[in-house]
């Protein structure tokens, strides 16, 4: 069983729409969770960290954390063309960070 | 957030030959330092965890004498790929954690001829 888990996608969504990306981790001992932002041929950008239960809002980003079910999520509101990138969800467990492999989303004008 | 940087972002080399890439903490202290690879299309790989002042720990499959990874300082570790082949070329992208959260350089994309 994998550590972080992700649906590969690719998800769709029109311009303006809510996207929702899920993120399942099997350590229930994990302290921290984050969302990474990937676009193509870039590295990695960090957007948002949540550490306990409930949500978090940044912007048009929320993320939401469930430790009971051991899931995590990122809305993107408003979704935009340039939210179009790899969206990485990561799990740090006693200093141990785990990255899942990641959502492509696409967003269509 | 925190700065990483990465030197250089883009080498191209003839097989055989050795690649140093540098990674630094700009504005913080990083005892510990990450070096992942990323193939088209494909996950991050975990390639190994550098501590400053240690021996690197590889992940399997990592061959550590290909890879030589130094963490001389808090702010720099450096990765040498060491008699590169065709088959290392990849994107290498190293990372370091500030507190609770851990940073990405912008990446280095390694073509071997």
């Known amino acids: 069983q994998k550590e972080v888990e992700q649906n590969s996608g690719p998800l769709s969504v029109p311009e303006g729409a809510i996207a929702s990306l899920n993120c399942t981790y099997s350590?229930?001992?994990?302290?921290?969770f984050f969302w990474y932002r990937q676009y193509s041929g870039k590295s990695p950008e960090l957007i948002m960290s949540i550490y306990s239960n409930g949500d978090k809002e940044d912007g048009r980003f929320t993320a939401q954390l469930n430790k009971a079910s051991q899931y995590v999520s990122l809305l993107i509101r408003d979704s935009q063309p340039s939210d179009s990138a790899t969206y990485l969800c990561a799990v740090n467990t006693d200093n141990d960070m785990r990255f899942g492999a990641g959502t492509r989303l696409t967003v269509k004008p | 957030g925190a700065v990483v940087s990465q030197h250089p972002s883009r080498v191209i080399c003839k097989s055989g030959t050795s690649v140093k890439i540098e990674c630094r903490s700009l504005?913080?202290?990083?005892?510990?330092m990450f070096w992942y690879r990323q193939f088209p299309k494909q996950s991050l790989m975990l390639m190994a965890t550098?501590?400053?002042?240690?021996?690197?720990?590889?992940e399997q499959g990592v061959e550590k004498d290909k890879f030589l990874i130094n963490h001389a300082s808090l702010t720099l570790s450096t990765l040498t790929v060491t008699s590169a082949h065709p088959e290392d070329s990849s994107f290498y992208i190293c990372?370091?954690?500030?507190?609770?959260?851990?940073?990405f350089g912008p990446g280095t994309r390694l073509t071997v001829t």
């Open positions: 990372s370091a954690r500030d507190m609770n959260e851990q940073y």
């Open positions: 504005d913080f202290q990083a005892t510990t």
């Open positions: 550098s501590n400053e002042g240690s021996k690197a720990t590889y």
């Open positions: 350590d229930r001992g994990s302290q921290s």
